[in-house]
């Protein structure tokens, strides 16, 4: 990517609504290549296709001007959900830097004919999809009323998502030191019904990361989708970090801070000394 991750994130926006035109030959050897490569901090594979919906008769009923999609699946172990949505994302984030518009999509596919076109087997599970295309100049009046209605442009107050040393100190941006920009991208970043169950406490070099559930997200078939969203949020905080020379690992070490009961210890975030 030649522009800057910042730039990129705050470029993307989820898109429904698409002008029609096929993918350019340049730009598809640059996705398939892409898509081989894509990878993620905890080592998980994920297996990524490019699906025609005419083929394996794919359906969204919010999606128009697109017969393409990217899908994915994932085994079902532990933390696979967060690499799923860390390496979406950043396959996301790539098209975005060449011109092409994706949106995640979970309830409103056609799931059936997704899953088997995925080839999914009883041990994985494929939690979205996403259309590809060069996004159209104008949204569908739908489009326009679903974003209008998650508030798909607003985000939660830095302070509100992001703590220090504890969820009884709210962090604000001046104090975040090394990770201000990386925790205002991990802001940004799109959620499931833009819920933005992203949470996280800075304790000196290291940063915590949890899970804010939202009760309308659970008992899904699927897995946690919410954990999908964790993932892209960690996408964005590394990914940032990484552009300006800083490296880290994500480690399972869980400080045992005091939580409420609707939020859930997922990671946490060292930076190599």
Same mark, same amino acid.
Do not use: W
């Given at each position: 990517?030649?522009?800057?991750?910042?730039?990129?994130?705050?470029?993307?926006?989820?898109?429904?609504?698409?002008?029609?035109?096929?993918?350019?030959?340049?730009?598809?050897?640059?996705?398939?290549e892409f898509l081989k490569k894509v990878?993620?901090?905890?080592?998980?594979?994920?297996?990524f296709r490019v699906l025609d919906a005419k083929k394996y008769g794919l359906s969204s009923p919010v999606i128009i001007g697109t017969d393409e999609y990217v899908a994915a699946k994932v085994s079902r172990i532990p933390q696979s959900e967060i690499a799923y949505g860390?390496? %979406? /994302?950043?396959?996301? #984030?790539?098209?975005?830097?060449?011109?092409?518009?994706?949106?995640?999509?979970a309830a409103t596919i056609s799931r059936g004919a997704f899953e088997k076109a995925m080839d999914v087997g009883d041990t994985e599970v494929m939690p979205v999809a996403s259309p590809i295309g060069y996004p159209s100049e104008k949204r569908s009046v739908r489009e326009r009323l679903m974003r209008k209605g998650i508030k798909a442009d607003e985000r939660l107050p830095f302070d509100t998502l992001f703590f220090e040393n504890s969820f009884a100190q709210s962090l604000s941006p001046?104090?975040?030191?090394?990770?201000?920009?990386? %925790? /205002?991208?991990?802001? #940004?970043?799109p959620s499931a019904g833009n819920k933005q169950p992203?949470?996280?406490?800075?304790?000196e070099n290291r940063v915590h990361f949890y899970e804010k559930k939202a009760k309308a997200m659970q008992n899904n078939s699927l897995g946690d989708i919410q954990k999908v969203d964790i993932g892209i949020a960690l996408a964005h905080f590394d990914l940032t970090l990484q552009e300006v020379g800083i490296t880290g690992r994500f480690v399972v070490e869980d400080p045992g801070l005091e939580?409420?009961?609707?939020?859930e210890y997922i990671v946490t975030y060292e930076v190599n000394c």
């Amino acid at each position: 990517m030649d522009t800057s991750v910042k730039e990129i994130i705050r470029r993307r926006k989820s898109v429904r609504t698409f002008s029609g035109e096929p993918i350019s030959p340049e730009d598809r050897q640059k996705l398939d290549e892409f898509l081989k490569k894509v990878d993620n901090p905890f080592a998980i594979p994920i297996e990524f296709r490019v699906l025609d919906a005419k083929k394996y008769g794919l359906s969204s009923p919010v999606i128009i001007g697109t017969d393409e999609y990217v899908a994915a699946k994932v085994s079902r172990i532990p933390q696979s959900e967060i690499a799923y949505g860390y390496s %979406l /994302e950043k396959f996301c #984030l790539f098209a975005v830097s060449l011109g092409i518009g994706t949106v995640m999509l979970a309830a409103t596919i056609s799931r059936g004919a997704f899953e088997k076109a995925m080839d999914v087997g009883d041990t994985e599970v494929m939690p979205v999809a996403s259309p590809i295309g060069y996004p159209s100049e104008k949204r569908s009046v739908r489009e326009r009323l679903m974003r209008k209605g998650i508030k798909a442009d607003e985000r939660l107050p830095f302070d509100t998502l992001f703590f220090e040393n504890s969820f009884a100190q709210s962090l604000s941006p001046e104090r975040a030191g090394i990770f201000r920009d990386a %925790l /205002e991208m991990t802001r #940004l970043a799109p959620s499931a019904g833009n819920k933005q169950p992203c949470r996280a406490v800075v304790c000196e070099n290291r940063v915590h990361f949890y899970e804010k559930k939202a009760k309308a997200m659970q008992n899904n078939s699927l897995g946690d989708i919410q954990k999908v969203d964790i993932g892209i949020a960690l996408a964005h905080f590394d990914l940032t970090l990484q552009e300006v020379g800083i490296t880290g690992r994500f480690v399972v070490e869980d400080p045992g801070l005091e939580t409420d009961d609707q939020t859930e210890y997922i990671v946490t975030y060292e930076v190599n000394c």
